[in-house]
């Protein structure tokens, strides 16, 4: 798959995580929830060490 190519996954949340997210989006720290669920999968990656993965986030995030 082309590093560019982006797909659809399918979350299900519990209410804690729903009014976690609606509450970063409300004081405005994300536009979104996606924006918010990105970056922490973005934290997750560097925190077990996936850095090249985590680079090439980074990298899309800073052209976009």
Do not use: C, W
């Amino acid at each position: 798959m082309p590093n560019n190519e982006k797909r659809r996954f399918s979350v299900t949340l519990t209410e804690p995580y729903i009014a976690a997210l609606n509450r970063l989006v409300e004081e405005g720290l994300y536009m979104d929830h996606q924006g918010g669920i990105r970056h922490a999968l973005r934290r997750l990656f560097r925190f077990h060490g996936i850095e090249p993965l985590y680079n090439e986030l980074v990298k899309e995030v800073e052209e976009n």
